[in-house]
Nanobody
Framework: QVQLVESGGGLVQPGGSLRLSCAASGFSLDYHHIGWFRQAPGKEREGVSCMRTSDGDRHYNLYYVDSVKGRFTISRDNAKNTVYLQMNSLRPEDTAVYYC???????????????????WGQGTQVTVSS
C-alpha cells in the first residue's frame, strides 16, 4: 500500500522546536518532489517547503516560503525512506495542520503548488501557544 504518514506534531511554546516526520511506505522517495504544506483554521492550505530528491540521500533545489526561511529545514533520510521538517523558533502563526505530499517527477525544480501532488499524508497538528 502506497502511503505517507506524518508524525511529530504537538503543542509547543513560542520559540520552541518540533521535528515533523513524513514516512513513506510502498514506494521509494527517490526522484520525487516532496512538499510540506500547512492549513490553519479558516485559511487556505499553503506551501511551506519542498525538495527534489535524487537517489540515496541526495536532494536539491530546496524551497522555503518567506515566512519560514531561516527557521525551518527540510531534509531526508534515505535509509528510513523518510523526509523531515525541522521547525525552530516557532511562532503562534505557525499553528496549523501540517501535511506532506509526494509527486514522482523528472522536473529538477520542486513545485510548491498543492495541485500537482498526488500522494498525501493525513496531516499532523502543530499548535504554538503559551
Amino acid at each position: 500500500q502506497v502511503q505517507l504518514v506524518e508524525s511529530g506534531g504537538g503543542l509547543v511554546q513560542p520559540g520552541g522546536s518540533l521535528r515533523l516526520s513524513c514516512a513513506a511506505s510502498g514506494f521509494s522517495l527517490d526522484y520525487h518532489h516532496i512538499g510540506w504544506f500547512r492549513q490553519a483554521p479558516g485559511k487556505e492550505r499553503e506551501g511551506v517547503s519542498c525538495m527534489r530528491t535524487s537517489d540515496g540521500d541526495r536532494h536539491y533545489n530546496l524551497y522555503y516560503v518567506d515566512s519560514v526561511k531561516g527557521r525551518f529545514t527540510i531534509s531526508r533520510d534515505n535509509a528510513k525512506n523518510t523526509v523531515y521538517l525541522q521547525m525552530n523558533s516557532l511562532r503562534p502563526e505557525d499553528t496549523a495542520v501540517y501535511y506532506c505530499a509526494a509527486l514522482a517527477s523528472d522536473d529538477p525544480f520542486c513545485l510548491i503548488s498543492e495541485e500537482v501532488y498526488n500522494n498525501w499524508g493525513q496531516g499532523t497538528q502543530v499548535t504554538v501557544s503559551s
